[in-house]
């Protein structure tokens, strides 16, 4: 990827939701203009472990950062709470939080229980503003910060299937706008998507997503508070 100059050495990135090609790519986006990278998983399984370890070591072998990788219930307050603690306490304060947990689940809507629905909010909303909370916590304390939410486009396009993902997105995209408000030091902003489905990117698509959020986590965005820029191309399964 191209930096255009934008230098992150001496930052702490946290990327949530590292299990991803597409998480995969904005953390070795940031990594590969200096910035120290740590992940986490969404939920405490192995398999997911095993991806979150497995994008941080890609990171250190692309730029030689560190950083740490952490496997918990991004649902569970507590558990954020700790984790951050502990980064913060073993690498250095988080400076910036790209929260990357989106998995597309289409479902009609006729068909669809409550059960469902909860299921689509806690994949992606719940994670987002637990998240956010915690480290807009600590940002918000030391009057700087960095905060890049992913948004699928499906936040206000219509698709079959989409109504539930749709609106746990529009919901996500919500929370951007009103951070940013709510925060005036802390630049919060979000990075939007097409549909993903946790496929391969291919080099294009990840290079432009890298640029985005390399721009949105850098002083270029010291002045942008509550935007979406987005990334208007397919995403999943066209690697090359």
Known sequence: MTSNGRDLRGKHALVTGATTPLARALAVGLAEV??????????????????????????????????????????????????????????????????????????????ATVEDFRAQLDRH????????????????????????????????????????????????????????AEWPTVSVNALGIEFYDGGALSAASAAALQEVVVTLASDDAQEMHGELLTVDGPLADRAE
């Open 34 to 111: 200096g910035a120290n990278v740590s992940v986490t998983t969404t939920t405490s399984v192995l398999a997911e472990e095993v991806q979150a370890n497995s994008i941080l070591n890609e990171c250190w072998a692309a730029a030689g950062v560190s950083g740490q990788a952490r496997t918990l219930d991004l649902t569970d307050p507590a558990a954020v709470e700790s984790a951050l603690a502990a980064l913060e306490r073993e690498v250095a304060p988080v400076d910036i939080l790209v929260n990357a947990t989106q998995a597309v689940r289409l479902v009609a809507t006729l068909d």
């Open 125 to 180: 909303t719940t994670t987002t503003f637990v998240a956010c909370q915690a480290a807009g916590r600590r940002m918000t304390e030391r009057g700087a910060g960095r905060i890049v939410n992913l948004v699928s486009l499906a936040s206000d396009r219509v698709a079959s299937g989409a109504s539930l993902f749709s609106a746990s997105q529009a919901a996500i995209l919500g929370l951007t706008r009103a951070l940013s």
